[in-house]
């Protein structure tokens, strides 16, 4: 069974930072690319973020590059993703999503967690 479980969403004001993370369990977790989806209300959903378990190599939207870094604890058997300079169009839920291989993650990922509010207020 894989399991998939965010925290760390919360409220903050613009130029703040918080720090996600995704406990991961029922899969091999150095196999695996793990990594974050948003979704705010009106909006595509877009991806984030993702890490390659096994190389650290990392993935970042344009949107999010140089303010966001992905991280991984393999022996956590967890993903951080720390955001800082928090802008107002950051405000979304963060899903915590995995699979086998980038390609597959980036066209819509198997495995999914439920989600952690984020809003940014200006």
């Known amino acids: 069974e894989v399991q998939l479980v965010e925290s760390g969403g919360g409220s903050v004001q613009a130029g703040g930072s918080l720090r996600l993370s995704c406990a991961a369990s029922?899969?091999?977790?150095?196999?695996?690319?793990i990594g974050w989806f948003r979704q705010a209300p009106g909006k595509e959903r877009e991806r984030v973020s993702c890490?390659?378990?096994?190389?650290?190599?990392?993935y970042y939207a344009d949107s999010v590059k140089g303010r966001f870094t992905i991280s991984g604890d393999n022996a956590k058997n967890t993903v951080y993703l720390q955001m800082n300079s928090l802008k107002p169009e950051d405000t979304a839920v963060y899903y915590c999503?995995?699979?086998?291989?980038?390609?597959?993650?980036?066209?819509?990922?198997?495995?999914w967690g439920q989600g952690t509010q984020v809003t940014v207020s200006s």
């Open positions: 890490i390659m378990n096994s190389n650290g190599v990392t």
């Open positions: 999503a995995a699979d086998r291989t980038v390609g597959r993650w980036y066209e819509g990922a198997d495995y």
């Open positions: 029922g899969f091999i977790f150095d196999d695996y690319v």
